[in-house]
């Protein structure tokens, strides 16, 4: 198969449009087969559910080829479950897990000739979601749905060496105690836009958001979770029923734990411990995890021992058996590697 001619080092992570990708239905209490399209725009009434109520979710994941040259998605089964946790949140019909399985590897073998090269940096990023879909003007779930996935190849996270993140402790609220920050849902995005737009007028990468009920406690940001290394060694990230629960993280702390042999906390995490901790890191698909710098506090800088020029020698470590996994390098755990083309 032949690549597309695509200068993958220096691709950023915006929209590229692709050949495939893949549709499914839900009316009348069921999902229809489904499959691939080549139509990239979708037609809907301007009542839609999810135009009006934002009745939707969505999943993010990468397709990758590893060392040997196959083409491999990393724990989508997960992103799966997540997909129809966040659909029970929003009242919406969850799609099945095979189905979900079937959609991304369909979109990836589709669109093989823009997964980029192995030792690249870049990966192709596949977007699943699912949306109400009919008319609705009386504010109530939609009855009809379509769940999509297309994918668009991204580039190297870290282009010319990571750069540790500045980031400031957020006055406004990601998620309220009992509300949706622990599903995947668009409207927790749509209300963080704002405060990302005033955080990087005002000079900072990100916002760390508290639990708005103390706002002692570190929650997560936007769109990443928090992982922190203690001066002991231990690996710990906060707990919180609003946290939206990171694939990432929860794989890192398994990598933590059975590849490294720390010791692993999720616990709640007050913004009064954070001057103590030795790294800390945010982490998600897009970057598996970007080192933090400095955490601003309302005039209180907390600067990280592991400084402005690199990452800690721990979430280095860290990052390098993920990715490592996720390249084919490091054996995977039972489960956590899927091949989807097999060039052998
Ligand atoms: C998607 C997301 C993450 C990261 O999750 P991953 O599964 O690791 O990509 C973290 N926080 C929020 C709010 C998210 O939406």
């Known amino acids: 198969m032949d690549k597309k001619n695509i200068d993958w080092a220096n691709l950023g992570f915006g929209y590229v449009e692709t050949d495939k990708r893949y549709v499914c239905e839900f009316k009348d209490g069921a999902w229809d087969e489904g499959g691939l399209v080549d139509n990239g725009m979708i037609t809907m009434s301007e009542c839609a559910c999810v135009l009006q109520y934002a009745q939707t979710c969505f999943e993010g994941l990468k397709a990758y080829t590893t060392e040997d040259g196959k083409i491999v998605t990393f724990r989508p089964d997960m992103n799966a479950l997540r997909l129809q946790d966040s659909a029970r949140g929003l009242c919406m019909p969850e799609l099945p897990v095979e189905k979900f399985l079937e959609a991304v590897d369909?979109?990836?073998?589709?669109?093989?000739?823009?997964v980029p090269p192995y030792g690249s940096g870049a990966s192709l990023y596949l977007r699943p979601f699912l949306y109400g879909k009919n008319a609705v003007i009386g504010v109530k779930p939609a009855t009809e749905y379509e769940f999509r996935v297309f994918c668009t190849p991204v580039g190297p996270y870290f282009k010319g060496g990571v750069k540790p993140l500045t980031?400031?402790?957020?006055?406004?609220?990601?998620?309220?105690?009992h509300g949706t920050g622990h599903i995947k849902a668009g409207l927790n995005y749509a209300m963080s836009l704002k405060n990302i737009v005033d955080a990087h007028d005002a000079g900072y990468d990100e916002n760390m958001y508290v639990d708005p009920q103390t706002?002692?406690?570190?929650e997560e940001t936007g769109g990443a979770n928090f992982i922190f290394v203690t001066k002991d060694g231990k690996l710990v990230t906060p707990k919180s029923?609003?946290?939206?629960p990171s694939i990432t993280r929860r794989s890192l702390m398994y990598?933590?734990?059975h590849y490294l042999g720390l010791e692993v906390e999720e616990r709640e995490v007050y913004l009064d411990e954070l001057k103590d901790m030795a790294e800390a890191g945010l982490?998600?698909?897009?970057?598996?995890?970007?080192p933090v710098g400095?955490?601003?506090?309302?005039?209180?800088?907390?600067?990280?021992?592991?400084g402005m020029e690199a990452m800690g020698p721990v979430t280095q470590k860290l990052y390098d058996t993920l990715t490592g996994i996720q390249m084919g390098r490091i054996e995977a755990p039972e489960g956590w590697v899927r091949v989807i083309v097999d060039n052998k």
Do not use: F, M, W
Request: net charge neutral.
């Open 255 to 257: 990598v933590a734990e």
């Open 283 to 290: 982490c998600g698909t897009a970057a598996v995890i970007s």
């Open 241 to 244: 029923g609003s946290i939206l």
């Open 294 to 306: 400095k955490i601003v506090n309302h005039g209180e800088e907390i600067c990280l021992p592991s």
């Open 167 to 177: 980031i400031r402790v957020s006055d406004v609220d990601r998620a309220a105690p």
């Open 215 to 218: 706002r002692t406690k570190v």
């Open 106 to 114: 369909q979109v990836v073998a589709a669109n093989a000739a823009y």
